[in-house]
């Protein structure tokens, strides 16, 4: 990045004169996390461009240790999105989904005017955050607060290191319906254990909340002229699906796709939602191409 700090990336040529997609993945997440949504858009002839984000997968890590998901700052992560945009384009516009975190840095690009966009789509994007059982409102004053006694670098309560996944548990309810598509988080992990990110600290809490509040500013969604598609899972218990709705109520032209049932990680769902997923980005991508 413009700093020398050094980012893992993806490149997967295009082919049939098609244009390259640039996915971005949400916190905590890695390039093999989406192999099968990699291989899907190379075999229908896309491109793929993709990287992991500063402080998770195989770029250098933040925090006090490996493990803990720090943030460096959302707006270093926006300078590191520009970056990235650019040298996936290599001079033109690019159609982009993101996912999550990586759907929340791409509207506030958006948002600010950056430009190599030919089109949006993010999925379940962290408008807002759900921070259950606390609840936002109780959350954020805890980030706040746990920030200002110096412990912004600490898990948040009932945080700690990445550990493999049980399928029934609730982190998986909350995911995915797909029962193997969630064990092939593990399996990644166990194969190359350095992907492995635990949970976020009080300092990424305190980061996040301030970021989407400055995304729902007034003027910010409706600053938003790139085609956006915003596809949005009903069972989703990490982000806050109705905050999606307000805002993009807000974006000029912007399209709204309801998935009721679907948890968060909508590209890794139970079959056959993830295909309507995957054939509703790809519509709105080729009306670009």
Same mark, same amino acid.
């Given at each position: 990045m413009r700093?020398?700090w +050094?980012v893992?990336t /993806?490149r997967?040529?295009?082919?049939?004169?098609?244009?390259?997609?640039? /996915?971005i993945t =949400?916190?905590?997440?890695f390039?093999?996390?989406?192999a099968e949504?990699?291989h899907?858009?190379v075999d229908?002839?896309?491109?793929?461009v #993709?990287?992991?984000?500063?402080?998770?997968?195989l770029?250098?890590?933040?925090?006090?240790?490996?493990?803990h998901?720090?943030s460096?700052?959302?707006?270093?992560?926006?300078d590191?999105l520009?970056?990235?945009?650019d040298?996936? =384009?290599?001079g033109?516009p690019?159609?982009?989904m993101a996912?999550?975190m990586?759907?929340h840095l791409l509207?506030?690009? /958006?948002?600010?005017?950056?430009?190599g966009v030919a089109r949006?789509?993010?999925?379940?994007p962290?408008?807002?955050?759900?921070?259950?059982?606390?609840? *936002?409102?109780?959350?954020r004053w805890?980030?706040?607060l746990?920030v200002?006694l110096g412990k912004?670098?600490?898990?948040?309560w009932g945080g700690g290191?990445?550990? +493999?996944?049980?399928?029934?548990e609730r982190r998986?309810?909350?995911l995915t319906? #797909?029962?193997?598509?969630?064990?092939?988080? #593990?399996?990644w992990?166990?194969?190359? *254990? *350095?992907?492995a990110l635990g #949970?976020?600290?009080? =300092?990424?809490?305190?980061?996040?909340f301030?970021?989407c509040?400055a995304?729902a500013a007034?003027?910010?969604?409706?600053?938003?002229?790139? +085609?956006?598609?915003?596809l949005?899972? %009903?069972?989703?218990a990490?982000?806050?699906?109705?905050?999606?709705?307000?805002?993009m109520?807000?974006?000029?032209?912007g399209a709204?796709?309801n998935y009721?049932?679907a948890?968060?990680?909508?590209l890794r769902?139970?079959?056959?939602?993830?295909?309507?997923v995957?054939a509703?980005? /790809?519509?709105?991508f %080729?009306q670009a191409?």
């Open positions: 700093d020398g +050094p893992r /993806l997967w040529p295009a082919r049939d004169g098609r244009p390259s997609v640039l /996915l =949400g916190r905590a997440d390039i093999e996390k989406y949504t990699i899907d858009l229908a002839g896309w491109g793929v #993709s990287f992991d984000w500063r402080g998770q997968g770029s250098r890590r933040l925090g006090k240790t490996p493990q998901g720090a460096p700052g959302f707006d270093l992560w926006l590191d520009a970056d990235l945009i040298w996936a =384009g290599d033109m690019v159609p982009v996912h999550s990586g759907g509207l506030r690009y /958006l948002a600010a005017g950056g430009s949006a789509a993010v999925l379940a962290m408008t807002g955050l759900a921070v259950r059982p606390l609840g *936002p409102l109780l959350g805890l980030a706040g746990f200002a912004g670098g600490d898990y948040v290191p990445w550990e +493999p996944g049980r399928p029934g998986q309810q909350w319906g #797909s029962l193997e598509r969630y064990a092939d988080e #593990s399996w992990i166990g194969e190359y *254990p *350095p992907l #949970s976020v600290t009080w =300092g990424w809490l305190d980061d996040a301030s970021s509040a995304l007034p003027g910010v969604p409706e600053a938003i002229s790139v +085609p956006t598609l915003a949005v899972p %009903e069972r989703d990490l982000v806050d699906s109705a905050a999606t709705r307000r805002l109520a807000r974006v000029p032209g709204f796709a009721p049932g948890g968060h990680e909508l769902e139970s079959e056959p939602l993830r295909g309507q995957l509703r980005i /790809l519509a709105f %080729e191409a």
